[in-house]
């Protein structure tokens, strides 16, 4: 099983409408999670940190269901700009040590006019 | 501020030959990632350096790899005997520090090496 895993998509969808995609982990241990977005030929930038309790950032949601190790991003009131590929990122550790940081493939997005 | 660079931006060598790719991290951060991304493919982990500590070289893919870090600050990627399958897009990324629940890594933009 892989450790990270996204669907590759691409998810097609209308301007303005609500998306949302998860991420699953394969270790139980797994400590801190975060969203980056990944524009086409550039480099990814964190989008949010995923926390225990859900974590809203404007039009996006981010939750974290730890018993059935998923993650997910849902993203409101979609616009043009939101086109992207997004990487569920997962760390053993509660900080940054590499030794436990992965990435998902990533999941494809184009927001339709 | 000055984000992380890299350079080349693009590279393209014969098999067979010799790359070394740089990266300058931003200033004051204290831990620094190598990674690499095939097209299409995820992010895949190459070494990772924190501090004076020894670098963690568990993601180089084999004894061609190698990196350093010289003065804690700027990084370099050596690539021996290139291989075709060598060819991607090299990311270096770079954060304030290595603990917290909040380790935002800041990626530079990349080199795209291709290997003929």
């Known amino acids: 099983r892989k450790e990270v895993e996204q669907d590759p998509g691409p998810f097609n969808v209308p301007e303005g409408a609500t998306v949302a995609f998860n991420c699953t982990y394969s270790n139980s241990a797994s400590q801190s999670f975060f969203w980056y977005r990944q524009d086409c030929r550039k480099e990814p930038k964190l989008l949010m940190s995923v926390y225990s309790s859900g974590n809203e950032d404007g039009r996006f949601t981010a939750q974290l269901n730890r018993a059935s190790q998923y993650i997910s991003l849902l993203i409101r009131d979609s616009k043009l700009s939101d086109s992207a590929t997004y990487l569920c990122?997962?760390?053993?550790?509660?900080?940054?040590?590499?030794?436990?940081?992965?990435f998902g493939k990533g999941t494809h997005l184009i927001i339709q006019p | 501020g000055a984000g992380v660079s890299q350079s080349p931006s693009n590279k393209v060598t014969e098999k067979g030959k010799d790359v070394e790719l740089r990266c300058d991290p931003i200033?004051?951060?204290?831990?620094l990632y190598w990674y690499r991304q095939s097209l299409g493919q995820g992010l895949e982990f190459l070494i990772y350096?924190?501090?004076?500590?020894?670098?963690?070289k568990s993601g180089l893919p084999s004894d061609r790899f190698s990196a350093e870090r010289t003065g804690g600050s700027v990084s370099t990627l050596t690539i021996q005997r290139t291989q075709q399958e060598d060819s991607a897009v090299y990311l270096c990324a770079s954060s304030l520090v290595s603990g917290g629940n909040y380790n935002e890594q800041f990626f530079g933009p990349g080199t795209r090496l291709t290997v003929l």
């Open positions: 350096f924190q501090g004076n500590s020894a670098p963690d």
């Open positions: 990122v997962v760390n053993l550790h509660s900080g940054g040590g590499a030794d436990g940081l992965t």
């Open positions: 200033s004051g951060h204290t831990a």
